[in-house]
Every structure is written in structure tokens, then in C-alpha cells.
């Protein structure tokens, strides 16, 4: 008795206080392995019974961490939007690239970089941490090479470079004057709490498309030299 009640010697003639047993919540949990992992951990750290005097406040709800981070990737991820662009050249109306040219590509400050969410439940509070490393482009008549998030382009920045362009071979006439380009961004997301414990909670990839008119530019070389 004395080790499911410690001190119950103490409390026999209190009449107004109470003892709350610990209890694991296994539909909290993903799934059977999860639930004894944390079972096994959560009774090894705590007795059995604990002795709430009148007016005192019951022990803290504590939450698995690798459940309450899991629960908050679900419900943050969906929010995550997809990726926005903007891009230069846009030449004319119809605000077209130009074959054979540098397309400079870069995420507008709609497309997050970096997603960090603090949670806590009773005591138990996680951080989960989503990054990527940049922005994925591909498109039809076009090669990509894009490493990062992009810059955007101003003349002093031209001279600089960017780390993520795409560059078209061919005109989008014979795409109906728009050729799409898919963007995306992929997440690696991860979680540590204030317990210690941390682990991985796998990627998440963002998406769009974005329909770029894609224009050729023809030079007529003369000779204005006289014989």
C-alpha cells in the first residue's frame, strides 16, 4: 500500500482532501507502440497516487510530446500556402520572359522560408520546426537551375547574381501563349520539447503554377558601311 500511497499514513483522519491516480489516455496516441512507449515512460517518472489537499490544485495533465507535436504539424501544415513568385524580365503587356535569356525567380514574402509553432499542454510544451531550402522550378522548354529562394532583380542586384533561374529554349506560341511552370517548395519538419526529447515529422511539398508567356526576340544585323 505504501508504495501505490506514499504517505497515506498522513492523510487517514483527512476527510477533505483526495488522492488522483495517474491514467494514460491511449486514444491520445497513433497507435498501440506509441502508447506503451509513452505508458512506460510516463509511470516510470510518476507514482501511482498522488495526495491533493482541499484548496490545492490537482496535478498538471501532461501530453506525450511526440503526440502534441504530431497534433500540431497536422493542424499547422494544411495553413502552410502554397508558393507565390515573381519574376523578371516581363516585357510589354502581356509581361513576357525572353528566350534564351536568364529568367530571374524569387519567392515573395507570401512563401515562408521557415515555419516554427511552441505548443504546450500542462506542462508538456514542444516546439516543431519546418525549413526548406528553396524553391523547385520546372517547365516545359525550359532548364532550371535554382538552389535557394531567389533574389529579386534590381540593377544594382544584376551584377551580383541570383541563385535561382530558369531559362527557356523556346517561345509558349505553340503552348497557346503561356508556358506553365511548376513551383514547389518541400518542408522537412522536426520537433523538440521540454522534456528532452525531440524527433523527425517528414516532409510536406507546396505547390503551384505559375503560366509565364514566353517571348522570342529577333535582331536584323545590317552592314552600314559604304564601299
Not at 34 to 55: D, I
Not at 143 to 161: R, S
Not at 172 to 198: C, E, F, I
Request: glycine content about 6%; proline content about 6%; some cysteine.
Amino acid at each position: 500500500m505504501a508504495a501505490m500511497y506514499p504517505g497515506w499514513e498522513d492523510y487517514v483522519d483527512d476527510t477533505t482532501g483526495r488522492w488522483w491516480t495517474r491514467y494514460c489516455d491511449e486514444s491520445a496516441f497513433a497507435d498501440q507502440d506509441a502508447y506503451v512507449e509513452a505508458a512506460r515512460e510516463f509511470n516510470a517518472e510518476h507514482p501511482w497516487h498522488v495526495w491533493v489537499a482541499e484548496g490545492e490544485d490537482p496535478p498538471d495533465s501532461e501530453v506525450d510530446p511526440a503526440a502534441l507535436a504530431s497534433a500540431v504539424w497536422t493542424s499547422v501544415s494544411a495553413d502552410i500556402p502554397s508558393p507565390s513568385i515573381d519574376r523578371n524580365p516581363t516585357i510589354g503587356e502581356s509581361q513576357a520572359t525572353v528566350v534564351g535569356f536568364d529568367t530571374w525567380v524569387w519567392a515573395t514574402a507570401d512563401t515562408p522560408t521557415r515555419v516554427e509553432i511552441v505548443a504546450a499542454v500542462g506542462s508538456t510544451s514542444v516546439t516543431v520546426i519546418a525549413t526548406s531550402s528553396g524553391l523547385d522550378l520546372s517547365a516545359q522548354d525550359a532548364e532550371a537551375d535554382c538552389t535557394g529562394f531567389g533574389i529579386p532583380w534590381t540593377p544594382a542586384n544584376d551584377a551580383k547574381g541570383t541563385d535561382c533561374v530558369i531559362v527557356f529554349d523556346r517561345s509558349s506560341a505553340h503552348l497557346g501563349g503561356t508556358t506553365p511552370m511548376n513551383v514547389d517548395v518541400q518542408y522537412s519538419a522536426s520537433w523538440k520539447s521540454t522534456t528532452d526529447r525531440s524527433g523527425y515529422l517528414g516532409a510536406l511539398t507546396t505547390t503551384s503554377t505559375v503560366e509565364i508567356p514566353v517571348a522570342e526576340i529577333q535582331a536584323l544585323n545590317t552592314n552600314t558601311r559604304q564601299p
